[in-house]
């Protein structure tokens, strides 16, 4: 089942706020250190006013970002961009009261541009880069000069080689950083994802392996009293007043024995057997028709959008999972409504009931294991069904009928939505069973 979330409450970004409020708040004590330095111990010619003033303005936004990022509220990439600038922006004005491109705190502002370059995506990166080296340049021509820090070769009226080397090193700094830092970090994002994605497929892999141990151990246990009902049944059958229901009732536990035999044997003949391509109709009418018989007082309606001639090997074990789906609709409502269509690369099975549809309250979990929206269910039929998919590159998605109502269709229900690539990998996958 496909699921989504908020873009803007990540954690993530959430901790970076935290952690850029602690550059900020050793930057601020830089600089107010500096400040009492310059200004009482060794005076320089400081604007002293103005530099508190801005200092003062700059710690009150920090302790303010500090409380947010403590507080559980959504926090998004563009905050934290926007964050990011203003810290370029107050930086410059700072410099603009302490001489400009002269002093050699300047190089603080590759900071926030390393921390874009790792954190945001590439636009959001260059908008950093671009307006911290605009800053800089406006720099180079206005600023409060102070002599202190740039004596002799270092004034700008003079000979200005050296702060347009600083210029220079740090337009091609920026740019290295964009463009090589932000490169490595959205590599190393992506290897993360990657790990995260084998660590989830290794677990569903032992949740399937240990459903699949104990559902062979019930399959079985369960061939004992399957056959003491069918004697019963097979003896009653002889009478001359035989009840319809009976017959019904003999068929339903033929029925069970035969599934239970193919969960026993499906797993050793796959792998002695060697899989042949099927025409794709043939195996999906043969799969109706087999669920049909399970379903033989449910109505019922198929169709099958116009559709290609192709063939595609199926693992024995997709049948079982597309069964579970199809009961899972069975057990929601008498009517089912079934839509077949598949091309070259894909097919698709809509399956909609006419149920009350699924809990609101748990459709962000329904999937997992042992979660059900049935008061009678053990919650691992779709689960099972949507690891097996999965793991042949299909997915499911469940969504409700009244949540997507037009006009022409109204009414509740559960719509169901299949998509099985037709170029299947060579997995093999523990049987499902119906147990949800």
């Known amino acids: 089942m496909q699921t989504t979330s908020p873009h803007d409450n990540n954690p993530a970004v959430r901790q970076n706020l935290y952690i850029l409020s602690l550059i900020r708040t050793i930057a601020i004590l830089g600089q107010l250190l500096a400040l009492l330095f310059f200004s009482l111990v060794q005076p320089i010619g400081l604007p002293v006013t103005e530099i508190a003033l801005v200092l003062s303005i700059y710690a009150s936004l920090t302790a303010a970002i500090w409380l947010r990022s403590a507080r559980v509220v959504p926090i998004g990439d563009r905050e934290f961009l926007l964050h990011l600038l203003t810290d370029i922006l107050f930086f410059s004005i700072l410099l603009f009261f302490s001489g400009g491109a002269s002093n050699p705190f300047v190089s603080y502002l590759l900071i926030p541009i390393s921390?874009?370059?790792?954190?945001?995506?590439?636009?959001?990166?260059?908008?950093?880069?671009?307006?911290?080296?605009?800053?800089?340049?406006?720099?180079?021509?206005?600023?409060?000069?102070?002599?202190?820090?740039?004596?002799?070769?270092?004034?700008?009226?003079?000979?200005?080689?050296?702060?347009?080397?600083?210029?220079?090193?740090?337009?091609?700094?920026?740019?290295?950083?964009?463009?090589?830092?932000?490169?490595?970090?959205?590599?190393?994002?992506?290897?993360?994802?990657?790990?995260?994605?084998?660590?989830?497929?290794?677990?569903?892999?032992?949740?399937?392996?240990?459903?699949?141990?104990?559902?062979?151990?019930?399959?079985?246990?369960?061939?004992?009293?399957?056959?003491?009902?069918?004697?019963?049944?097979?003896?009653?059958?002889?009478?001359?007043?035989?009840?319809?229901?009976?017959?019904?009732?003999?068929?339903?536990?033929?029925?069970?024995?035969?599934?239970?035999?193919?969960?026993?044997?499906?797993?050793?003949?796959?792998?002695?057997?060697?899989?042949?391509?099927?025409?794709?109709?043939?195996?999906?009418?043969?799969?109706?028709?087999?669920?049909?018989?399970?379903?033989?007082?449910?109505?019922?309606?198929?169709?099958?959008?116009?559709?290609?001639?192709?063939?595609?090997?199926?693992h024995p074990t997709i049948a079982q999972s597309i069964l579970n789906l199809l009961n899972n609709a069975a057990d929601a409502s008498e009517t089912v409504d079934i839509s077949l269509s598949w091309s070259e690369q894909s097919a698709t099975i809509n399956i909609r009931d006419h149920g009350a549809g699924l809990d609101p309250a748990k459709l962000a979990t329904i999937g997992q294991p042992f979660v059900s929206d049935k008061t009678d269910g053990l919650g691992l039929g779709l689960f099972l069904s949507q690891a097996t998919l999965t793991r042949f590159g299909g997915t499911v998605r469940l969504q409700n009928i009244a949540a997507q109502a037009t006009d022409g269709d109204a009414g509740k229900g559960t719509l169901t939505t299949i998509t099985l690539p037709l170029t299947l990998p060579l997995a093999a996958p523990l049987a499902t069973g119906d147990t949800r």
């Open 115 to 314: 921390i874009a370059a790792i954190t945001l995506p590439r636009r959001s990166s260059i908008a950093v880069a671009l307006l911290a080296l605009l800053n800089y340049s406006l720099l180079l021509k206005y600023y409060v000069p102070i002599s202190a820090i740039a004596p002799g070769h270092h004034q700008m009226g003079n000979n200005n080689l050296h702060v347009l080397g600083m210029w220079a090193n740090f337009s091609i700094s920026a740019a290295i950083v964009i463009y090589f830092i932000s490169r490595m970090a959205a590599t190393l994002k992506q290897q993360q994802q990657e790990i995260a994605m084998r660590r989830d497929a290794q677990l569903r892999d032992e949740q399937l392996l240990a459903v699949g141990t104990l559902a062979a151990g019930t399959a079985h246990e369960l061939g004992t009293p399957l056959n003491t009902m069918k004697l019963i049944i097979d003896e009653m059958l002889l009478e001359r007043d035989q009840n319809p229901d009976i017959a019904l009732l003999s068929q339903q536990i033929e029925q069970c024995k035969i599934t239970l035999k193919q969960l026993l044997t499906t797993a050793e003949e796959f792998q002695h057997k060697e899989q042949e391509p099927q025409l794709v109709e043939r195996y999906l009418h043969q799969l109706l028709e087999r669920w049909q018989l399970m379903r033989p007082t449910l109505k019922t309606t198929i169709r099958v959008i116009d559709s290609p001639a192709v063939s595609a090997i199926f």
